[in-house]
């Protein structure tokens, strides 16, 4: 067994996002941790489950089953591997993606946002989207509804790079209306997801997605967000890693816009007004 397949297996049955493991496996390799797994090195009464799932796992076929998705898998070893994911606390084991996989090499900005946007805040994604396309960055983005979509549609008119990252399988188009819109991003970009092809989007997904946008990212925009939103949760994991983060003033009575009057108010953003003064702030230039 080599490494390609140990981390195939240990990717299909571990829960992306666990702390213990990833670093585990960051630090040791998956051969090592597949191994030791097996050889109930780890405790085989707490991992019982664990090792049981690994036992029944061939590499080979979770390969075979990306593939007939038309995705790969990424992993550490990958030339194209985004090494930016590596200053998150729990790195991905691997990556499933669809599309194009050098689009995660290109400098790219996070955008995102309330699922319910005004058509102020619908129109700002789709602005800054295209006004950092414009210098050759990729727009990262959740493929949800609202300010993600607007976000991922502004780098798709503006010709861009565009990458999604999911919180489902690669297969799977949650939300089911954003089927089109997943098909053209993986024209020039990618769909990025850290589960199986056939997993569907649960709650706590969503928020182990939210570290890789920020981490993929060399900076996030949040655009609208309520008061209590995931949006400022990815702007958290952002500046945990040390990535500027930025957000956009509205009215000062739109619930849409408390998220990020929040997030400028505890210094945690940069407001920015204009794609100019982003550009500014997060020292772009191009390529």
């Known amino acids: 067994?080599?490494?390609?397949?140990?981390?195939?297996?240990?990717?299909?049955?571990?829960?992306?996002?666990?702390?213990?493991?990833?670093?585990?496996?960051?630090?040791?390799?998956?051969?090592?941790?597949?191994?030791?797994?097996?050889?109930?090195?780890?405790?085989?009464?707490?991992?019982?489950?664990?090792?049981?799932?690994l036992q029944l796992t061939s590499g080979e076929k979770i390969l075979e089953l990306i593939s007939n998705h038309g995705a790969q898998l990424l992993t550490p070893q990958d030339l194209d591997w985004p090494e930016q994911l590596n200053d998150l606390a729990n790195p991905p084991i691997a990556l499933v993606v669809k599309g194009d996989v050098h689009a995660l090499k290109i400098p790219s900005l996070?955008?995102?946002?309330?699922?319910?946007?005004?058509?102020?805040?619908?129109?700002?994604?789709?602005?800054?989207?295209?006004?950092?396309?414009?210098?050759?960055?990729?727009?990262?983005?959740?493929?949800?509804?609202?300010?993600?979509?607007?976000?991922?549609?502004?780098?798709?008119?503006?010709?861009?790079?565009?990458?999604?990252?999911?919180?489902?399988?690669?297969?799977?188009?949650?939300?089911?209306?954003?089927?089109?819109?997943f098909s053209e991003i993986c024209e020039s970009g990618a769909i990025v997801s850290e589960f199986l092809p056939g997993q569907r989007a649960l709650p706590n997904r969503f928020l182990t997605r939210n570290r890789l946008i920020a981490a993929l990212s060399k900076a996030t925009l949040v655009v609208e967000a309520a008061f209590r939103s995931g949006s400022l949760r990815t702007a958290r994991d952002a500046a945990e890693i040390f990535r500027p983060?930025?957000?956009?003033?509205?009215?000062?009575?739109?619930?849409?816009?408390?998220?990020?009057?929040?997030?400028?108010?505890?210094?945690?953003?940069?407001?920015?007004?204009?794609?100019?003064?982003?550009?500014?702030?997060v020292g772009v230039h191009s390529g």
Request: aromatic content about 8%.
């Open 110 to 181: 996070a955008i995102v946002g309330t699922r319910n946007p005004t058509s102020y805040g619908a129109r700002i994604a789709g602005d800054f989207a295209t006004g950092f396309v414009d210098r050759e960055w990729a727009v990262v983005s959740g493929g949800a509804y609202g300010i993600d979509s607007y976000a991922h549609k502004g780098a798709l008119i503006a010709e861009g790079v565009t990458i999604a990252v999911i919180a489902c399988g690669v297969d799977v188009n949650y939300p089911a209306g954003n089927a089109r819109l």
């Open 1 to 53: 067994m080599n490494d390609l397949m140990a981390r195939a297996a240990l990717f299909s049955v571990i829960e992306s996002g666990h702390k213990f493991w990833s670093q585990e496996i960051f630090k040791l390799g998956a051969l090592d941790v597949h191994e030791k797994l097996i050889k109930g090195e780890y405790g085989p009464i707490k991992h019982e489950k664990l090792v049981s799932a």
């Open 245 to 281: 983060v930025m957000a956009i003033p509205g009215p000062i009575n739109s619930p849409t816009s408390e998220g990020c009057h929040r997030l400028i108010g505890e210094r945690c953003a940069e407001i920015v007004t204009s794609v100019a003064d982003a550009v500014e702030f």
